[in-house]
């Protein structure tokens, strides 16, 4: 049987992201507890199950902090703003920007931790790339306090996002995001990161660095195929 922990703060996991991402975990077992503004889980996978949840978990972990986590400092850096499309493209080129990169710092730090301590793991382990987290929102809103308009900001995303890859994406449904890979085949993975829905598939977009996107007529909105069309070609069915 192996057995594990996660604490992180509520600050961090205000949309339950983490116990959802859990409960998704096959073979996995888990049990919560609350205390004083954090929130704890002790985990638990059967042996002939425990290199497939230890890896789960550990994928999990790294998506909420390069996904979520660095998004909370982005945004704190900017303050209360209201986000419209151009913004949340430009907040998203700077979540991906140089993310392979984080991707194999933070799943190097997280390789040989036996228990999770989120907030720990972010404020001391990883505290050089908060640190650029932090610069990145400084661009932004240093960008917004020039006046800048929506065509500057979009292109200051596409710059931020440099060459992508020849990859086409198809939006089958947009009211309950569902994407799929059209060049490598599969569903892509959206992360939840915006209230809004139109935001969240604007990200996955950036995210995957897509350069096409396919979509049936009357399956966006105005305001989502104006969005769009500013950062990938656009194929309407």
Known sequence: ?????????KYY??????????ESIEGLYF?????????????????????VCQSAVRELIADLILNNIKLQFIMASIGKRAINTSLCTLISSMLYYDNKREEEFVRKHLSNLKNFCIDGIVHFRLRELVEEWKELGSIILNTLGKGFGEKEIYSLALYMLGDRKDTSL???????????????????????????????????????????????????????LNALRNIVDVKIL
């Open 1 to 9: 049987m192996w057995q594990s922990s996660i604490l992180i703060s």
């Open 13 to 22: 996991d205000k949309d339950d992201v983490l116990k959802k991402g859990l």
């Open 31 to 51: 049990a919560e507890g609350e205390d004083d503004g954090y929130v704890s889980y002790d985990i638990a996978a059967k042996e002939y199950d425990k290199k």
């Open 170 to 224: 198809f939006i089958a449904d947009s009211r309950e995001i569902l994407i799929t890979n059209v060049t490598q085949g599969g569903l892509v993975k959206v992360p939840e990161v915006y209230s809004e829905k139109v935001h969240n598939i604007i990200n996955a977009i950036v995210k995957y660095g897509a350069s096409e996107v396919v979509i049936e007529r009357g399956n966006a909105d105005k305001e989502l």
